[in-house]
């Protein structure tokens, strides 16, 4: 990164610091998750075991996976998604999991810029209020065989 870069990209900081004075302050992270999801195994999954797209998605984030129109994508779809919850529940530092479903974390999107953002429910919901837990930044990639996101959580 040359000077010139280097003062853009601090200018855009300081203009997020602006924006959103606390979620960019690092001295707020209080944690981070990272979690990978092979696809064709998450696929195998959802097709051998009946109820696992309804007892691990919420009903918004199948709508959103099904309107996939190729089937590859649509799968794709689902592992991001879940990738993303276990990136939430490492970031989180572990959940209770009596009475816990992945259905308490949901993924949901930004109908303007399609960016994710997590939505909490239940026991991941208490863990994240017992830690003082008020902002999950939620980035998510997906490409043929292999789903990855990653998580910070902010107090
Ligand atoms: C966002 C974008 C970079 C995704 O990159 P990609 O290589 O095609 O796809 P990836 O697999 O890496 O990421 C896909 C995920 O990115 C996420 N995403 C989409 N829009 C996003 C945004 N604005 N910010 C952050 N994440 C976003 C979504 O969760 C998506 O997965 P999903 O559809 O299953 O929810 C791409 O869609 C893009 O370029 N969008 C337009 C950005 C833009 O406005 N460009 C104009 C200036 S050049």
Known sequence: MDKEQELTYLSQIRELHQLFPQEYNAQNIVDIGIDMCNVPRLQKDMEEIGPFIPDNFT???IVYCEQARQPFLRAQRYAARFAAKEAVVKALGGIDRNGFG???????????????FIFLDGKAKTRAEEIGINKILISITHEKDHAVAWCIVMK
């Open 59 to 61: 009903d918004e984030e």
């Open 102 to 116: 992945y259905k308490d974390i949901a993924v949901l999107k930004d109908e303007i810029s399609g960016k994710p």
